[in-house]
């Protein structure tokens, strides 16, 4: 079984930075594709930046050119880098990791009001 544990989530100014980390559990990471996605109150979960086992990346119209999605194997965690947060960006973010199932992390509140 899978474990994933978010971190990095907090209350920040817009405009601010944060970064979110996910670390995995057991010994398929390397060979996984790695997700974060978030839920805002009221809204469907969705996709915020993806990487497959192989680097590549894939990011929401929404946050493209303000967040960073990476990946280190040898610490089995991915990283979400999020600059000029704004506060439509307010939401809890989960990590997905996907080796034929699914298995999702329990989230990470980040909040972004001044």
């Known amino acids: 079984q899978v474990q994933l544990v978010e971190s990095g989530g907090g209350l920040v100014q817009p405009g601010g930075s944060l970064r979110l980390s996910c670390a995995a559990s057991g010994s398929i990471f390397s060979f996984s594709d790695m997700g974060w996605y978030r839920q805002a109150p009221g809204n469907q979960r969705e996709l915020v930046a993806s990487?497959?086992?192989?680097?590549?990346?894939n990011y929401a119209d929404s946050v493209k050119g303000r967040f960073t999605i990476s990946r280190d194997n040898a610490k089995n965690t991915v990283y979400l880098q999020m600059n000029n947060l704004k506060p439509e960006d307010t939401a809890v973010y989960y990590c997905?990791?996907?080796?034929?199932?699914?298995?999702w992390g329990k989230g990470t509140l980040v909040t972004v009001s001044s």
């Open positions: 990487i497959t086992s192989s680097g590549s990346t």
């Open positions: 997905k990791l996907r080796y034929g199932l699914d298995f």
